[in-house]
């Protein structure tokens, strides 16, 4: 039995008296994309945050390849192969795309100090160059990432996001306002990748359609404990989940 | 002990002062995201409104006060936020930082100028005989600069929490987006704010120059510690503010008398690179999301 | 691209032209100011990648100088020479920096402001009570300049000629780090720090570097002074010190190269030229000064960006290029 890539055991927060996550437990394998969805209020935001080491959980713990990460400052996060993408104002509007992408990539070559006198690109503009070939972006590799359309921009942080080589992304609402044409490049994108690279991803979603198509498994929260786990056909099947986005 | 007394009381009546100049920065500071590096000079600039209405103009003593009030309210709070804060807050807190300190050195330089740069003897505005208390004399002085200080405090208290226009102004420092949806007039509230550390720091200037004699320098130590004061009692209650002036008057009489003058000014300091770096929400303040 | 970095090399070409030539012909307190003006474009600098680059608004760069400027002038009334003692005190301000960058930039903003505003008066009390060591008020005299043998440095188109390689050296390593990988680090810093970090980006290892190695310019701006005017004293170094230095890095426009140089030039020579208003002439700077900050936030390097923007073909939104992709 392989080791998950990211395991979380009865992660618990609480924000006063509302529990916002209540003792929750999956792991996750390598390979898979796992949707984690739930209405509003579900703790998904919340439970994201504990795993970015953003939240400080007040109970249980989180283990990224077999390590416990608890308490890990999202940069040393990201040196141990855990990428993610943003919501919002993810990328670095007055830079170029390519020197969006070197950044995400030169963190993890080398110390600090060989980055002081080694080449100003670091040696990656051939690897981002690949990157950004892979996105379809090659012809806005010069432009400045802030006047892209807020859909290249979302490609632009997916790139950034696996530019290091992480073993585990995390996806946070990469489909929030994204027009049609673009979604499904994306989706096609990341469904690419991970048949190439094996990377894992964890997505949070509100889009149905996007999260059903595109992950291998889905976990549904509610009230911040999980009401429910499977393949995309079950879950759209599941009663309780019906019944939680419904209401009551 | 009755050194000790006389020294630790009269640390206390400074320092009541001293609040009342670091309750104005820490209120300005919380409602108008303004950092004023000028407040020394602040304090320094209504004296000598008093002074020219008293030597150039001749008028009663307490006529040029009124005078030398209204132009502080003007000067200070109103000119103050239109010209200097609300042109240059937007373009960020370090260019608002610049901007205060070079107010300050204008100021400064001003008074210099136009009245001159020696120290100017300053009328008090209270009794001074010294009284005897428990054993130490103690200035009357003193003892009215504590009970005014107080006064204005509690009363500035009463203000912000029992009057409308009060709740309406902590409404706007707390969260100025919500204040407005809730029909707070925010601008009003704000330009009341800067009112009320002009009017501050006039009766701190009021209260003070009597013992320091008024001199166009005075503001370098007096921003200091108004700096201090604030940040050391914390960000979060008037409370903070009027503790930190108490405690930083009272430290500073004692340090001056019984440890050493000529690193008199190294406690303030010393006290405030602790506070920020070991407690930076004050010792009265409340733990809020520091900025990291 | 190749346009503007030929025209870039040209420009650069030209000032440095101009620098060599400014002081032919002048008499030697135009050269001195001059000087002054290499001295405190490296203090600038240091400052500028301190506050321009990585973002952290400092209040002691003037306390920095001092450092340096004692340290040499004890080294050289010493025997040493200058460019023996000038390391030490760079080395000095360094370790200074990072001992007092640790603990103070784990706060931003207007705290770390009153912190370097604090060392700054502390290290200014240090200056002025400890005469033993630093002779108080009446400061250290006497201190020799820099002989190289067959180059002397006495007279002062000399020192000039001197200060200009140290100030092009300084610069070039300035370019260095901010061209390398760490120039990509300290913008992405600036635009989007919570992105960097989760990008790896050691945030605040960068950030303390950042903030010695600026310290360290400003030893070494220190370390000139002391052979520039041969006396010192603690007045030299003051807060108002530490405010005209930021001064010069946000007049020229933080975060630019070239920021720090013209910066320097306005803050030195404007008080030249209004010299002529005599005891009104603070007052004058003090209002220009709020003006200019009201009116020119980003500096004047931020002017030339902004018309740049303005009048050269502006980059037309990619997704307008490609038509019905729009949102």
């Known amino acids: 039995m392989t080791q998950p890539v990211l395991s979380i055991r009865n992660i618990t927060k609480s924000f006063g008296a509302i529990r916002a996550v209540d003792g929750v437990s999956f792991d996750v394998h390598r390979g898979e994309i796992l949707g984690l969805i739930g209405p509003n209020g579900s703790g998904k935001s919340t439970l994201f945050n504990c795993l970015l080491g953003q939240l400080r959980p007040d109970a249980g713990h989180v283990e990224v390849n077999g390590r416990d990460v608890s308490g890990m400052r999202a940069s040393q996060l990201n040196r141990l192969g855990v990428g993610r993408t943003f919501q919002q104002l993810s990328v670095f509007p007055k830079m170029s795309v390519l020197d969006n992408i070197i950044l995400a990539g030169q963190e993890h070559r080398g110390t600090m100090v060989s980055r002081l006198f080694g080449a100003p690109d670091a040696g990656l503009t051939e690897e981002a160059d690949r990157l950004i070939g892979f996105f379809r972006l090659t012809h806005l590799r010069d432009t400045l990432a802030g006047s892209l359309s807020y859909g290249q921009q979302k490609l632009v942080d997916a790139a950034m996001a696996f530019m290091a080589g992480p073993s585990l992304v995390l996806l946070d609402e990469p489909a929030g306002g994204v027009n049609l044409t673009m979604l499904a490049d994306l989706k096609e994108r990341l469904t690419t990748y991970n048949a190439e690279h094996g990377t894992t991803f964890v997505v949070i979603e509100h889009n149905m359609e996007f999260v059903m198509s595109l992950c291998t498994r889905i976990i549904v929260l509610a009230e911040g404990a999980v009401i429910a786990e499977g393949a995309p056909a079950e879950i759209r099947a599941n009663q309780a989940v019906i019944d939680a986005y419904l209401g009551g | 002990m009755s050194q000790f007394l006389q020294v630790f009381l009269s640390g206390l009546a400074t320092g009541s002062i001293y609040a009342l100049v670091a309750i104005g920065f820490t209120l300005v500071w919380q409602a108008a995201q303004t950092v004023n590096f000028a407040q020394g000079e602040f304090v320094v600039l209504p004296a000598f409104f008093v002074l020219v209405g008293v030597h150039l103009l001749h008028l009663p003593l307490w006529m040029a006060v009124a005078l030398a009030l209204l132009l502080s309210l003007l000067v200070l709070g109103v000119l103050f936020k239109k010209l200097v804060v609300e042109p240059i807050l937007p373009s960020g807190g370090i260019s608002l930082i610049i901007a205060t300190m070079a107010l300050g050195i204008l100021l400064k330089e001003s008074i210099k100028e136009f009245y001159g740069a020696e120290a100017q003897p300053f009328p008090a505005l209270v009794p001074q005989d010294p009284i005897n208390l428990l054993g130490a004399t103690v200035s009357m002085q003193d003892i009215m600069n504590l009970v005014i200080s107080l006064g204005i405090v509690v009363l500035l208290t009463l203000f912000l929490n029992r009057t409308r226009t009060g709740r309406c102004m902590q409404a706007t420092a707390q969260n100025p987006a919500v204040a407005e949806i809730l029909g707070v007039d925010v601008k009003r509230m704000v330009l009341y704010t800067f009112l009320i550390n002009a009017a501050l720091a006039a009766l701190a200037s009021f209260l003070i120059t009597p013992v320091y004699l008024a001199k166009f320098s005075n503001g370098e130590t007096l921003g200091v510690i108004a700096f201090i004061a604030a940040i050391v009692g914390g960000f979060n209650q008037i409370r903070g503010a009027l503790a930190g002036g108490l405690l930083i008057g009272v430290l500073d009489n004692l340090t001056a008398t019984y440890v050493t003058a000529e690193y008199r000014a190294a406690l303030p300091l010393v006290l405030l690179i602790a506070i920020i770096l070991l407690r930076p929400q004050g010792l009265l303040g409340t733990s809020e999301g520091r900025t990291v | ?95 200074v920096g990072l001992a007092l960058g640790y603990p103070a930039l784990r706060v931003q903003g207007h705290f770390l402001a009153f912190v370097t505003l604090a060392f700054n008066t502390l290290v200014f009390l240090v200056l002025r009570n400890e005469d033993w060591l630093t002779g108080g008020n009446y400061g250290l005299m ?158 004047l390097l931020g002017i030339g960006a902004r018309l740049r923007e303005r009048f050269l073909a502006p980059r037309q939104r990619a997704d307008m290029a490609q038509g019905a992709k729009l949102e």
């Open chain 3, 142 to 299: 006497g201190m020799p300049r820099p002989d190289f043998g067959i180059f002397k440095t006495m007279r002062q188109v000399d020192f000039y000629y001197f200060t200009l390689v140290v100030t092009v050296i300084a610069a070039l390593v300035m370019w260095g780090i901010v061209r390398s990988p760490w120039g990509r680090a300290f913008k992405a810093l600036r635009e989007n720090p919570i992105r960097a970090e989760s990008l790896g980006v050691d945030t605040r290892r960068i950030t303390l570097l950042a903030f010695a190695i600026g310290s360290a310019y400003g030893g070494l701006a220190g370390a000139l002074v002391t052979s520039l005017v041969q006396f010192i004293e603690p007045g030299s170094f003051s807060l108002l010190h530490s405010l005209r230095i930021l001064l010069m890095v946000v007049v020229g426009g933080a975060g630019f190269f070239f920021g720090p140089f013209v910066g320097a030039a306005v803050v030195i020579l404007l008080p030249e030229i209004l010299r002529f208003t005599e005891g009104y002439y603070l007052i004058i700077y003090s209002a220009l000064v709020i003006v200019m900050l009201a009116f020119v936030p980003n500096g």
């Open chain 3, 1 to 95: 691209m190749t346009f503007t970095t030929w025209s870039r090399h040209l420009l650069v070409g030209l000032l440095l032209a101009a620098a060599i030539l400014a002081p032919v012909g002048q008499g030697n307190y135009i050269t001195y100011v001059l000087t002054s003006w290499l001295i405190f474009s490296i203090a600038a600098m240091g400052l500028n990648l301190t506050l321009g680059y990585a973002g952290q608004v400092s209040l002691a760069q003037a306390s920095f100088m001092a450092i340096g400027a004692y340290t040499t002038a004890l080294l050289t009334l010493a025997g040493w020479h200058w460019m023996l003692a000038m390391p030490v005190g760079l080395m000095l301000c360094f370790v």
